[in-house]
């Protein structure tokens, strides 16, 4: 069974179709590669997808090791090499709870850093993750 469909809309817009949820995503190139930057870029969803990731498979760990996730962000950036266009870097920097113990510390950053994004990603996309506690 599939896992998506993609529709091209015209104009560098595509819309991807989740089957499992019915739910829907609208892509646009960015303004500096000939597009409208009204929507996440394909490059967005990637490096974004890598903070999702790592929250999600947090999430798990926090649950499996009953760590209490009260307090959890992440701001992306995203870094285009010219040539050949693609992703050189991503940089995550979560933002979690003051009140986790090292140890519950050790095992959300162990899974973050873990993530199947973060695994699948080519090895020269540099890959920097940061954890503040607040």
């Known amino acids: 069974m599939a896992t998506s ?3 091209y809309l015209g104009n560098l817009r595509t819309e991807m179709h989740h089957v499992q949820s ?4 609208q892509t ?6 000939h ?3 009204e929507r996440f870029s394909p490059t967005d969803l990637v490096s974004t997808a890598l ?3 790592a929250m999600t498979i947090m999430g798990i760990a926090a649950k499996t090791h009953h760590i209490a996730l009260n307090h959890l962000k992440a701001e992306v950036t995203k870094g285009m090499s010219a040539a050949p266009r693609k992703i050189s870097r991503v940089e995550v ?3 979690l709870s003051n009140d986790l113990t090292p140890k519950e510390r050790a095992i959300l950053e162990n899974a973050a850093k873990t993530c199947p994004v973060a695994l699948s ?3 020269d ?3 920097l993750m940061t954890f503040a506690y607040v």
Do not use: I
């Not at 646009?28 to 590669?33: E, G, L, R, T």
């Open 28 to 33: 646009d190139a960015p303004v500096d590669n």
């Open 35 to 37: 597009g409208n930057g």
């Open 93 to 95: 920097n979560f933002e």
């Open 121 to 123: 990603l080519h090895p």
């Open 5 to 7: 469909f993609v529709t």
């Open 22 to 25: 019915s739910s829907l995503v």
């Open 51 to 53: 903070a999702s990731c």
């Open 125 to 127: 996309v540099e890959q």
